[in-house]
């Protein structure tokens, strides 16, 4: 059974760009979650789609967005980058998405912004 | 803000010693879950707990759930430095009724020297 695939795992940007990152969920799960991990705040909650609907949102700037497919394949995209944006972005598929369940981590994709 | 305070935030010990980590929140959540992160990798879940009290083991880690299921515990019995990683706990299902995102800790640096 195939992983989390998230693409592309190396990204350099400068600053004012726009971004799109990409995750393919393992084959029959329906939720897929972002998570940004920086050094000095670690895993924060970015959203989480399931059925193509977003169900939940942290605590971050309009600027970020996402989305998801009718495959349950997922795109998050960041316009206008700053320099703290650079982090290790992370999705995860589960199943339903209940917390209780099992969740799965991709490797990330390590954004530069400079 | 749900919050989950991690400790140590950095361990270093010689392989064959026992360690614990902890993890510790003011709020109640309906299942914790530990991961271990190996550099450039994305988060691979260990173990969830959902019962207050609860105690698993997993080879040579044992983990248990707080009777309050606010606090958590994570101790691992002759260490080997394959155990060296990032060790990270994350809450699901907080009183906000939000079942569709984990809120993580900073994370337990372990580094198990040979």
């Known amino acids: 059974k195939a992983g989390v695939t998230q693409t592309p795992r190396y990204l350099i940007k400068t600053r004012g760009q726009q971004v799109t990152l990409s995750c393919s969920p393992i084959?029959?799960?329906?939720?897929v979650s972002w998570y940004q991990q920086t050094p000095g705040q670690g895993l924060q909650f970015l959203f989480e789609?399931?059925?193509?609907?977003?169900?939940n949102k942290g605590n971050f700037p309009g600027r970020f967005s996402g989305r998801q497919f009718s495959n349950s394949r997922s795109e998050m995209n960041v316009s206008t980058l700053e320099l703290g944006d650079s982090a290790l972005y992370l999705c995860?598929?589960?199943?339903?998405?209940?917390?209780?369940?099992?969740?799965?981590f991709g490797q990330g994709t390590r954004l530069t912004v400079v | 803000t749900q919050l989950l305070e991690q400790s140590p935030q950095f361990l270093s010990i010689q392989e064959g010693e026992n360690l614990t980590v902890y993890c510790n929140s003011s709020?109640?959540?309906?299942?914790l879950q530990w991961y271990r992160q190996e550099p450039g990798e994305g988060p691979v879940l260990l173990v969830t707990?959902?019962?207050?009290?609860e105690v698993k083991k997993l080879k040579r880690l044992t983990f248990q759930f707080g009777d309050a299921r606010k606090d958590s515990s994570l101790h691992i019995t002759a260490a080997q430095t394959g155990d060296t990683g990032l060790y990270l706990c994350?809450?699901?299902?907080?009183?906000?009724?939000?079942?569709?995102?984990?809120?993580f800790g900073k994370g337990t640096l372990l580094t198990v020297n040979p």
């Open positions: 789609y399931f059925s193509e609907t977003q169900r």
């Open positions: 084959s029959g799960h329906r939720s």
């Open positions: 994350a809450g699901g299902g907080d009183s906000g009724g939000s079942n569709y995102k984990l809120t």
């Open positions: 707990v959902v019962t207050g009290g």
């Open positions: 709020s109640v959540f309906s299942s």
């Open positions: 995860a598929s589960s199943l339903v998405g209940w917390s209780g369940t099992e969740a799965f």
